[in-house]
């Protein structure tokens, strides 16, 4: 609700897997067990959560698109154990921006074409009234830029983001706004996307917990305009640009 400013009408689910594998499975398919693709973007490379952008629940009476987000926590792995909070946490964020946000042309032309049809991913991502950076950013935010309410006392509860900004800064620090803005994620380059989708939660951080008073009111502007049907394209925009006009105050915000 801090991040978007509008409830979707109905709870949305998301999708937790066990383990790499069963997520990867998830993801791609199987045509021996006639099980079609979840997603159609291919982006669950480069991240530990996706958009389930082709997933759809047949087991009813009539097909129903879920609108899912993905991930996996791999509880059994003590490696990949501890980033399982923050997987739920994306896979959770995504579904609640599909919920808000939909693409329901895309998926009624996917729906209608007939099972195993994956969905037509520029028409799904070009449906959507938030930018990609800002949507990938929202999620981010609420993987890696959250405060812990359950820190324990005397602890930093704004752990999360000391350790995702720490994150940024080694693999090269924040990355330019224009590759943000532009935000092309690149399967055959996950550390370079995984670092736009983290800079792109750096932004919302800075836009929903900083103190820069331009670029709180024109992230104010945008849930507006989402909550009330207004233009949220141009209200992205501007967004973008009280961003850039504030260079300094990001700096200060991030660290970086």
């Not at 129903?64 to 964020?93: I, M, N, T």
């Not at 028409?123 to 999620?139: H, N």
Request: with cysteine; net charge negative; proline share 6%.
């Amino acid at each position: 609700m801090r991040a978007v400013g509008v409830e979707p009408a109905e709870k949305p689910v998301f999708v937790t897997l066990k383990s790499l594998e069963q997520y990867n499975a998830f993801a791609a398919g199987s045509a021996e067990q006639q099980r079609p693709a979840a997603e159609a973007a291919g982006w669950s490379s480069v991240h530990y959560a996706f958009q389930a952008d082709s997933f759809v629940d047949r087991t009813g009476t009539a097909p129903e698109y879920v609108g899912a987000g993905a991930c996996y926590w791999a509880v059994s792995d003590p490696a990949l154990k501890p980033f399982g909070q923050h997987a739920v946490r994306h896979a959770a964020a995504l579904s609640y921006l599909e919920a808000v946000d939909p693409s329901w042309n895309a998926v009624g032309n996917m729906l209608a074409t007939g099972p195993g049809v994956a969905v037509d991913t520029a028409a799904f991502w070009a449906e959507k009234k938030l930018p990609l950076w800002l949507r990938f950013g929202i999620a981010s935010w609420c993987e890696r830029y959250f405060e812990d309410a359950h820190a324990a006392e005397g602890s930093d509860p704004w752990w999360p983001r000391a350790w995702a900004l720490d994150n940024l800064r080694q693999q090269g620090g924040l990355p330019p706004l224009d590759e943000i803005f532009a935000f092309e994620l690149d399967t055959a380059d996950p550390a370079r996307s995984g670092r736009l989708i983290s800079g792109a939660g750096a932004l919302v951080s800075f836009a929903v917990d900083g103190s820069s008073k331009p670029v709180s009111e024109a992230y104010a502007g945008l849930k507006a305009a989402l909550a009330g049907g207004g233009d949220v394209r141009a209200a992205a925009r501007e967004l973008e640009q009280a961003i850039r006009g504030h260079e300094r105050d990001l700096k200060r915000h991030t660290g970086l």
